[in-house]
């Protein structure tokens, strides 16, 4: 079986994923975010952290994160993260061996989406965690973000899902068509 990498900004539902995939077919799931976080504190000349450049920490972890996947080759297993854009991943060869969807949110509101988020997840991105235009700006970013993805994916022909519009139906069909190319 074919290990799955899911990527694209944050807040667009990877993790969820890759934890019903990891449910439903057994996979392995490894946080990339979470290996950003433990490189970021082990190693802080890397400048591979959480609050970073974003460029800076996708240059610094994705040849990394390749290497870790190759190095688990024998172990199938979804990967998941924020800090890996579709050039690096054709650049790193990975599309090649691995099955590779990007998730987005190009044509998401950014005042809607910054609502949903805060909604959904109180606890981390709440006003008294996160102040509403802190949130606000971070949600431009994203969604400025996944409107590159998008571009980039169609220029390299990787998997891109547009969870734009209805979340949770365009999780579904992300989710089917995964299993759908699994089982092939």
Do not use: W
């Not at 996979?27 to 490189?39: R, T």
């Not at 949600?139 to 998008?150: G, H, L, P």
């Amino acid at each position: 079986m074919k290990s799955v990498i899911l990527a694209g900004p944050s807040r667009a539902g990877k993790t969820t994923l890759a934890k019903r995939l990891q449910r439903e077919i057994g996979l392995y799931h490894i946080k990339g975010d979470a290996l950003v976080g433990a490189l970021g504190d082990t190693f802080p000349q890397l400048n591979v952290r959480h609050g970073g450049d974003y460029q800076t920490v996708c240059e610094g972890f994705a040849p990394f994160a390749a290497a870790y996947l190759r190095r688990s080759k024998n172990t199938p297993l979804i990967f998941d993260s924020y800090f890996i854009t579709p050039d690096q991943i054709i650049e790193l060869g990975l599309d090649k061996e691995y099955y590779v969807i990007f998730l987005g949110y190009p044509e998401s509101d950014p005042q809607t989406k910054t609502r949903q988020v805060a909604e959904a997840d109180p606890q981390n991105y709440g006003p008294d965690i996160v102040p509403h235009d802190e949130l606000l700006a971070d949600m431009v970013r994203q969604i400025q973000r996944s409107k590159e993805y998008r571009e980039k994916c169609s220029k390299y022909n990787l998997a891109f899902y547009d969870l734009s519009h209805d979340f949770h139906a365009s999780q579904d069909q992300a989710f089917e068509k995964i299993m759908a190319e699994l089982k092939s």
